[in-house]
């Protein structure tokens, strides 16, 4: 090989060194920084679990790819029940949990999502939070266990679908429900046996009997579980007129961001608190339409002396919870002053 030929081949060879060592340097550029893993509380194609992998998305986008998000529906590898700790420890970053599954670990979490019987009302509850402390008391109450407490988002209301139509107040005694948290001590105060169960255990535990109704968080969750396959009478009386619910981050990583996607990362879940609140409102008349084309049928509006026993079984559980902890007691005062 000539001279000549040798420096050409030589210097083909360092050009497509260099072409391939620049390749890498840009696509190391644009490796995520940080490495998020979310857990929320539905299963894959469901309304609800598209609205929170719409959050993860914007994460990314809005973060340029600085934090990649990989989102875990129900079931994949953390349970409903298994949210608030998993996200304690750190195993996944971030998590949509549903506060009441977790009543023994974070009371005030309960009080959060609204006690039956609370108000449905937008306006109220944003005054609620942003000018009667519920913000504050909710951020001190998740941060003292190790978790970044982030906006908040409303779900509708919350109603009960039962295998048997219920009749009167009376048909609840010996019911057994699936009603975790608040609900089930309200559902107790009727007379019904409470049971504790996963979204996505509602559907088989319906059909097998081993439950003979069950709330949903919303009228979407009955739709997309198709529980009224197996359970064709609504109650029409919501044991909560709208559900609040929080999204929350481990710490220790929130405090590893940098200002700047610390603030993309509030604005995600600020867009997402909207997405949740509008497509709701949207879907739980198109879910309401769509389950009484499957056979849903409402039981009879209740007497006005059923109406006051369901008002009342609510009474006791504000002074309840207030006696759970601290948090719990400043967020009761907070809701009475309004």
Known sequence: MSNNKGKKLLSSLLAAAIGVT???????SYAAEYNWRFANLYGRGTAYGEVYENLANNIEKMSNGRIEVQVLYSGEGV??????????????TMGAPFQSMHAGELPAGVVEIGLPGGTADVGKLSTLFHEKGWSETL???YGSQGMTWLDPYIQP????ISKKEITSIEDFKGMKIRAPGAYGKFLRNLGASPVTLSWSEIYTSLATGVIDASIGSNMIDHRDGNHVEVAKFMYPLPLAGAQVLPIVVNTKEYNKLPDDLQAIVKAATTIHAQEQMTKSILWESQAVAQMEEKGLQWSPQPSAADFTAWKNAGKSLAKEYADQDKYSKQLIEQLESL
């Open 22 to 28: 620049s390749l890498a340097a840009s696509a190391a």
């Open 157 to 160: 209301a919350v109603y009960i």
């Open 79 to 92: 349970g409903t029940s298994g949210i608030l700790s998993s996200v304690k420890s750190g195993l996944v």
């Open 139 to 141: 951020k001190a109450a």
